[in-house]
């Protein structure tokens, strides 16, 4: 079953990432009438996505379809780790120092934007490059 656990570790996260991004993007720019109830909500997408990274962290190792590279790890693992961290971390700030948390959510939907769009580029050069190579 090493394809499922490889789409699972791989695929499916780079959707979530881009989906993310896209829904803090409109969370950001709805009418509040206070930043409580958006930081509450990103936060709790923060948490969401970091425990959805220790999954997919568990995936990559469990899978055996491929080996992962350092770049995996990086670009799986520890990046949206961080870009999840500071959504949580700026929500908890967020009393306190709005202007630099906004800033840090902003970030850290940059990131989840950039994450995705190397890992797609990733997997389809990998399809493209690599997991027909040896049916040639």
């Not at 934007?113 to 690599?130: E, K, P, R, T, Y």
């Amino acid at each position: 079953m090493a394809a499922p656990d490889a789409g699972n570790a791989f695929s499916t996260p780079t959707i979530v990432h881009f989906g993310t991004a896209l829904l803090l993007a409109a969370l950001l720019r709805a009418p509040w009438h206070g930043m409580p109830v958006p930081a509450i909500l990103w936060g709790v997408t923060g948490l969401a996505g970091f425990a959805y990274v220790v999954v997919t962290t568990l995936r990559m190792r469990r899978q055996t379809a491929y080996r992962p590279l350092f770049e995996d790890w990086l670009c799986h693992g520890l990046l949206p780790a961080l870009a999840y961290g500071a959504l949580v971390l700026s929500a908890v700030a967020s009393p306190v120092t709005i202007r630099e948390c906004l800033f840090a959510v902003g970030g850290a939907t940059l990131l989840l934007l950039f994450i995705g769009i190397h890992n797609a580029w990733d997997s389809v050069s990998w399809h493209v490059f690599f997991s027909h190579r040896d049916g040639d």
